[in-house]
């Protein structure tokens, strides 16, 4: 019997359930109907009986991983040494200018932002250079941040200013961590402990920096003590040149290979980000005769888009068939199955993958690591 076999047993242990057991117990010669004696004696009883099943039902999911939720969840990571991962805050690149359009240099640290809208998210400087740009955090943790490019008000006075802008999201924050996400990781065991610089302790320091959301080892990749990391940010994007400086500056910072970061004296570490290969995706498509192309056109760059996302999401999964490091197809057939799923499609050809009919193989070597990203999509009725 499983954990779940044993809930749902608990669960149909409902009022009914245990009134009828317990009606069950007294003689038929008896008047047992609503509103007998019995009856009204028995249904508070019940009630308790129903609420001490759905209590049981409740530690027996909790007690367990696979069905564990919320704090209790929290207290078996606990158990295992780690923690629900917190949302973080994003860090984003922004320029400031005088009515001329040209930068000015009297942003301070400290400076605050604000969006532009109705709930705007606010943010801090954090650092300032010479060109008029600097680079602030998010003072609100979470994705919100994520996704806004344009103006921001400034909070904190300043005459010499005219227009300021986000024009970058450097270092996308982070989520909470979710419990399905919580428990995957909670339930994945492995083989290799953590340990002075092998692999798997490099895998551990990249999940323990919260700026990165996937992220590739590539031991010896320039000989003995040398080590690569490529990484993606939250987004599972390639990571920005300042996400790069701030974990260089984290796992081995200057002088390299003397062990003030992360990394074990004598190992030089290098953080890089991966290439974004384009993927431009070609496709004949039929319709139902009730739509039009331009109708569902949309919908299929939607649902090729969540192909390509569930691709970034295993990027840094290692090679099932060697155990070691990564690899990676972009497969016509797949894209096609999602294609197909979009309502009003009803045929479509194998999409032909930057202008050639076949698979697209992902290079993973010391030299290169690639992600794959939507290039452009053409349909053709």
């Known amino acids: 019997m499983t954990p779940n076999d044993l809930i749902a047993i608990y669960e149909s242990q409902d009022f009914d359930y245990w009134l009828n057991r317990m009606l069950d117990e007294v003689s038929d010669k008896f008047n047992k109907r609503e509103g007998s004696i019995i009856y009204d004696a028995i249904a508070p009883a019940a009630t308790m009986l129903a609420e001490g099943s ?15 939720t919320d704090e209790f969840l929290d207290l078996h990571a606990s158990d295992k040494g780690t923690a629900r991962q917190a949302a973080t805050f994003a860090q984003v690149t922004a320029k400031w200018t005088d009515s001329d359009g040209k930068p000015i240099n009297n942003v301070e640290v400290g400076d605050r932002f604000a969006q532009v ?9 954090v650092k300032v250079e010479p060109d008029g740009t600097g680079l602030l955090v998010s003072e609100s943790d979470g994705v919100g941040a994520n996704s806004y490019i344009g103006q ?21 924050a982070r989520a909470t961590e979710t419990d399905e996400d919580l428990r995957s990781r909670l339930l ?7 340990y002075g610089g092998n692999v798997a302790d490099y895998i551990d320091m990249m999940a323990k920096i919260t700026t990165i959301g996937a992220g590739q ?5 320039q000989g003995g003590g040398t080590v690569k990391l490529v990484i993606l940010d939250n987004d599972l994007k390639p990571a920005s040149s300042e996400l790069i400086e701030q974990v260089q500056e984290t796992i081995d910072p200057a002088p390299q290979g003397e062990g003030y970061g992360l990394a074990p004296i004598d190992h030089v570490v290098t953080v890089v980000a991966p290439e974004a290969l384009k993927v431009d995706i070609t496709s004949t498509v039929e319709v139902a005769t009730d739509t039009t192309l331009g109708a569902v056109t949309e919908k299929i760059k939607a649902a090729i888009a969540d192909y390509f996302k569930a691709l970034s999401e295993k990027w840094d999964t290692v090679d099932a068939k060697t155990g070691r490091g990564y690899s990676m197809t972009v497969y016509r057939s797949q894209l096609l199955a999602e294609m197909m799923k979009v309502e009003g499609v009803t045929n479509a050809t194998l999409p032909v993958l930057n202008g050639a009919e076949d698979d ?3 290079e993973f070597t010391d030299e290169t690591s690639q992600l794959p990203v939507i290039g452009e999509v053409v349909l053709n009725a």
């Open 152 to 172: 921001i008000l400034p909070v904190t006075p300043n005459d010499s200013l005219s227009w300021a802008e986000v024009t970058e999201v450097s270092v996308p």
């Open 217 to 221: 080892v590539y031991p010896t990749w």
């Open 117 to 125: 809208g109705d709930a705007p998210i606010f943010y801090t400087v």
């Open 360 to 362: 697209l193989i992902l």
């Open 54 to 68: 759905l209590d049981r039902a409740q530690v027996v999911k909790q007690v367990w991983i696979p069905t564990s």
């Open 188 to 194: 994945s065991g492995t083989d290799y402990i953590a």
